[in-house]
């Protein structure tokens, strides 16, 4: 691990009433990595993210990204340093079509910052972004609106909008759930491009499978708390993770 | 016989969105008619109207103008049940400016139309925050919060109010200025909503944690939907003050912020076009049922409701539908 992370998380703790979601978390990623992060239902994979993006406000604990300390910070501002992530649940803007959908985060200051100045036409850079990530642009399917769109297509929006901010670290929530093996063979060279642009992603699957042959590093969380750390078929012997995964008698 | 209802979209419709290729009178005139029509109809409309008429026709271009300002904050996501606040601010400012100060129009109509909307603006920050029926209540209890302001304290000419303010110059200034205010406000309003602006504060509206997720801080969105829509509000009211010569308490009256919304229900929500024209046929509505005394709200009430039975979408969308779309039966078999 290179001497100054990326982000860095230290001793994060979160609860929701008497339910504590994130127990005592701590991890370090570097640049360009991409880890994994996966656990149980209810492990707290989820509100991790939410803790590193701002959506929740930790209880205790200290979130660093490229030694700024960004905890407590507002979501808005969280992206601005170039942290992206997409949604679990897709939150398309439904009422708009596909590739007007990607005006939203195009208009974005982290996109002017980045860029400076104009982009150029919206329209046409939201058509290429959508490209890329497989609206193919014969088809007309960035011209529908998104209430139409199959959840496949909605999910891929969803990664393009995030990519759309031109982010340093991108965060993917369960992003291959609900899709077919197919869509997800279509999606992985899309996620192994952006690596090579030098991403650092931070994924969150249950999808273990696909998730494990690009995935440089693993993290496992069980009721909050880190159970274990490392290699994908180290993490996979570990005790503890059986007994999570499988139940207690496994 | 069994039959299904099919509708198609016109050819020229199709085109025209798409590719937009014009390239005919009669493909023109299709566009180009559902813009005309308000401009042409409402500038001729006021030359042969009675005086009376005329001054129905300014009531409805105002609460269309409220209307406007109503369809606006909802665009954004902010379901406000007190326009009242907006046109009270600014029939204020403007009664104040003149009578104090002794201001003339020309001068307190602008100067209220922006301080009007600073200062709803500015009384709302604090609630932005809130969602949804929270953020609608506190702003139908300002407007009559300020009412016992001013009848507490007697600030302002408190419960008599200021009367013999100032009077436009000839009454087709006062019908032209304000048909031109709400053209304005209809064409200007519907393109800014179109534009990338316009499409971050559709955005709110639709998902507001999906537009946080793109860096965009929400809030200030929010401010510049509220002042613009504040402001439309007050010009009314400023505008409203030189037409009576007076403002009093009956500017934070209910009507103010119940009649935009059942004009933007009954015409169509969603669409600027569609409020003005619910004001439009409710306004006018309520002026022809003046002579049935009491029961007027009886008709009223009943009128409304039949509407929203019938036409839930709205008017303006059902005219739209029928511009766009040729309809007929066709049979089907068995």
């Not at chain 1, 939203?104 to 058509?127: C, N, T």
């Not at chain 1, 440089?216 to 159970?227: A, C, H, Q, T």
């Not at chain 2, 048909?179 to 393109?191: D, N, Q």
């Amino acid at each position: 691990m290179s001497s100054s992370p990326l982000l860095k998380i230290s001793g994060l703790y979160k609860n929701f009433g008497g339910v504590q979601a994130i127990n005592d978390l701590s991890l370090e990623m570097a640049e360009g990595e991409l880890l994994g992060l996966i656990g149980p239902n209810g492990s707290g994979k989820t509100t991790a993210v939410n803790l590193i993006t701002g959506f929740v406000k930790p209880a205790e604990g200290e979130i660093t990204y490229r030694t700024r300390d960004i905890t407590g910070w507002a979501p808005y501002k969280i992206v601005r340093l170039g942290i992206a992530r997409t949604f679990q649940m897709v939150k398309p803007f439904y009422q708009l079509p596909a590739f007007k959908n990607m005006i939203i985060p195009l208009y974005s200051p982290r996109v002017k910052q980045q860029v400076g100045g104009k982009y150029g036409d919206r329209d046409a850079v939201a058509l290429d972004l959508l490209e890329e990530v497989g609206f193919e642009r014969d088809a007309f399917v960035a011209y529908k609106m998104a209430s139409t769109l199959p959840q496949g297509y909605l999910k891929r929006l969803e990664l393009a909008k995030a990519i759309a901010l031109q982010p340093n670290l991108l965060i993917l929530d369960e992003l291959f759930s609900g899709l077919s093996l197919a869509e997800v063979a279509s999606i992985v060279p899309i996620i192994e491009k952006l690596r090579q642009q030098g991403k650092t992603i931070l994924m969150i699957e249950h999808r273990l499978k696909e998730l494990f042959r690009i995935a440089d590093r693993i993290i496992v969380l069980n009721f909050g708390e880190k159970i274990a750390e490392g290699k994908a078929e180290e993490v996979m012997e570990n005790e503890a993770v059986k007994k999570a995964y499988l139940g207690a008698e496994a | 016989m069994k039959r299904r209802k099919e509708r198609i979209n016109r050819g020229i419709n199709v085109r025209s969105n798409d590719i937009f290729a014009v390239c005919s009178w009669r493909e023109m005139l299709y566009l180009s008619t559902p813009r005309l029509l308000p401009i042409v109809g409402l500038l001729i409309l006021s030359l042969t109207l009675s005086m009376y008429w005329q001054r129905v026709l300014l009531s409805v271009s105002v609460f269309a103008l409220l209307a406007i300002s109503w369809e606006m904050l909802a665009l954004t996501g902010m379901v406000s049940l007190g326009q009242a606040l907006f046109f009270g601010s600014g029939a204020y400012l403007a009664g104040i400016m003149n009578h104090y100060w002794g201001w003339s129009p020309a001068v307190t109509i602008p100067l209220a139309t922006i301080f009007g909307g600073l200062f709803c603006t500015g009384v709302l920050i604090p609630v932005l925050r809130l969602r949804g029926i929270y953020f609608s209540m506190v702003t139908l209890v300002l407007p009559l919060m300020l009412v016992r302001v001013i009848e507490a304290t007697r600030i302002f000419g408190g419960t008599v109010g200021i009367s013999g303010l100032a009077a436009l110059p000839s009454s087709w200034i006062e019908i032209y200025v304000i048909i031109i205010a709400l053209l304005a406000a209809l064409f200007g309003f519907r393109r800014l909503m179109s534009s990338d602006f316009g499409l971050v504060l559709k955005g709110i509206n639709d998902n507001d944690r999906s537009v946080m997720n793109a860096g965009i801080n929400i809030y200030w969105f929010k401010i510049q939907s509220l002042f613009i829509a504040s402001s439309v509000g007050a010009f009314a009211g400023a505008y409203m003050t030189h037409i009576y010569l007076f403002v009093g308490m009956p500017v934070f009256a209910l009507d103010y912020s119940i009649l935009p919304i059942a004009a933007a229900v009954v015409g169509g929500i969603g669409t600027f076009a569609g409020s003005v024209l619910g004001a439009f046929l409710l306004v006018p509505l309520s002026e022809i049922l003046r002579g049935l005394g009491g029961l007027r709200i009886v008709f009223y009430g009943l009128f409304l409701v039949i509407f929203t039975v019938a036409l839930p979408e709205g008017i303006f969308h059902y005219i739209q539908r029928k511009y766009h779309q040729i309809e007929r039966w066709v049979e089907v078999e068995k």
